[in-house]
């Protein structure tokens, strides 16, 4: 009776085990996505999911994936931005064993920085504007960086803080200004890492890619690698916010206009056309504005009907990638980047002061403001 019972137990087990082997294809997927990080954290840097937006998919007959780059250790895109950026100081021989690297950064690229530099045991030094919030550079300097906030002057004034951040550098030995808007090792992170992710991901069968542009080294460095990789085939958009003079450069034709307003999001949105872009512009097919009431609108969407709690350039990715597929039509595959989580903004996004001051209260659709949880 036992014996029946044992040999039962283990017969089923055996089928159930069977349901799994031989190593399936999402095996070999779970042991290289999973993989031991021999080099500890920088190992764990990239190789993102890239999750189908069930209700935009749903609702446009498109395919809409996201590249969920907020599971990166630091919780953004930038992340791969700041490996490759140090990485390339070291190739260059400008960084030895425990020399400084200086940035200037009030985001992402500084926290990203942090991970990487102790990780790899380098001292990490931060210029930014001292118009930044108080909890940038708390969070910055623990995680061990030294940080400068100075005056918050144009970019033409050599007091901004991206020429004291070189300056600062320069006088040092062993240290190196990673210069994150024109230094193409930026670019290159995502012609080597993101661009063949998301074609291995799709099997080759994406039709779009939209992503919106700070040190644009996404944009670019997805946009060489997809068109290089599908002969063209792909069409690469670029997305870009109010207070950015990206999308009138690409419907002018290539005329650099002013700088004027300013947008909700952070991280992305340009007055110039960076070095990590000027080798790829010409390969974009085309541009999409999109205002803040639809980014703010996308970042209530995505949390109520995906679960993704985003930043608002995300949401203005997932916005632009709508726009994609609606214009292509259905059945089109268009990927876009989700670049970070809303937990450095929730103190805005979801607070109704904050939305009445911005006047984006009115874009919050009525079946969502039980979002607006903060008062
Ligand atoms: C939240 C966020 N989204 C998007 C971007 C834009 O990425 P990229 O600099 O590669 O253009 C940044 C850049 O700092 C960012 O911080």
């Not at 992170?189 to 994406?206: R, V």
């Not at 595959?333 to 939305?355: E, H, M, N, P, Q």
Request: hydrophobic share 35%; charged share 25%.
């Amino acid at each position: 009776m036992f014996r029946t019972a044992v040999r039962r137990f283990a017969s089923t087990a055996l089928k159930s085990a069977e349901a799994f082997a031989p190593p399936s294809a999402r095996l070999i997927d779970i042991a290289q996505a999973q993989r031991i990080s021999q080099n500890g954290l920088v190992d764990a840097i990239g190789n993102t999911p890239l999750i189908r937006m069930k209700h935009l998919s749903d609702e446009t007959g498109c395919e809409i994936l996201g590249k969920a780059e907020f599971q990166n250790p630091g919780g953004s895109v930038k992340d791969r931005a700041a490996l490759y950026v140090v990485k390339d100081a070291e190739e260059r021989g400008l960084l030895k064993p425990g020399g400084t690297v200086v940035e200037g950064t009030a985001g992402n690229t500084g926290i990203g920085l942090a991970h990487v530099c102790r990780s790899k045991g380098y001292k990490l030094v931060i210029y930014m504007p001292n118009t930044q919030a108080q909890g940038k550079i708390d969070l910055l300097r623990l995680l061990g960086a030294e940080v400068y906030p100075v005056p918050a002057v144009a970019f033409e004034d050599p007091e901004n803080y991206n020429h004291q951040a070189r300056r600062h550098a320069e006088r040092l030995d062993n240290a190196v200004w990673t210069n994150q808007f024109d230094n193409i090792a930026n670019r290159r992170a995502h012609i080597e890492t993101t661009g063949p992710e998301i074609w291995t991901q799709t099997s080759g069968k994406i039709d779009a890619f939209t992503c919106a542009s700070g040190t644009a080294g996404t944009i670019a460095g997805i946009t060489r690698y997809l068109k290089t990789v599908s002969d063209g085939r792909v069409k690469c958009i670029v997305a870009d916010p109010p207070g950015s003079v990206i999308h009138s450069y690409i419907q002018s034709g290539g005329k650099l206009g002013e700088r004027k307003g300013g947008s909700i999001t952070e991280g992305i949105g340009q007055g110039r056309i960076t070095d990590n872009l000027k080798p790829d512009i010409g390969l974009l097919d085309d541009s999409v504005h999109i205002p803040d009431a639809d980014s703010i609108a996308m970042v209530y969407r995505c949390l109520d009907e995906e679960g993704l709690y985003l930043g608002a350039s995300s949401a203005l990715n997932v916005a632009a990638a709508k726009k994609v597929a609606e214009r292509m039509g259905p059945g089109h595959t268009v990927v876009t980047i989700l670049c970070d989580g809303a937990y450095r903004y929730a103190d805005r996004l979801f607070s109704r002061k904050w939305l009445e001051e911005k006047k984006l209260l009115d874009a919050i659709p009525s079946h969502l403001e039980k979002y607006i949880v903060l008062p």
